[in-house]
């Protein structure tokens, strides 16, 4: 992600904002603008209302899910170990 945000920096600065991490100079901590955050409902209602359309198939669907329960498991383990002290994970998941 971080390589992507580099990439296209004028997108970077409306999405999310880029700091190093202070325990961890190799680490970042990449957090949502208040211009995204506020935009976050109207984005999720696009979402859903994109998905309702279109007629996914229900193994497609399962598939999705079991996903994006996998990725919500990951960024809980990530936020638990990096509200432990001392503890910093790098950009590559370190």
Same mark, same amino acid.
């Given at each position: ?8 920096? &004028?997108? &970077?600065? &409306?999405?999310?904002?880029? +700091? ?30 994109? @998905? ?8 497609? +669907? ?11 498991? @990951? ?20």
């Amino acid at each position: 992600m971080a390589s992507a945000l580099r990439q296209k920096p &004028y997108i &970077y600065l &409306y999405i999310c904002t880029r +700091a190093p991490d202070p325990a961890d100079g190799r680490s970042s901590h990449i957090t949502l603008t208040e211009i995204a955050e506020a935009r976050l409902p109207d984005a999720v209602a696009a979402l859903l209302r994109g @998905n309702r359309e279109a007629s996914w198939m229900d193994e497609e +669907a399962g598939l999705l899910i079991a996903l994006l329960t996998r990725l919500i498991a @990951n960024l809980d383990r990530i936020a638990s170990v990096e509200a432990s002290p001392g503890t910093a994970i790098s950009e590559k998941g370190d």
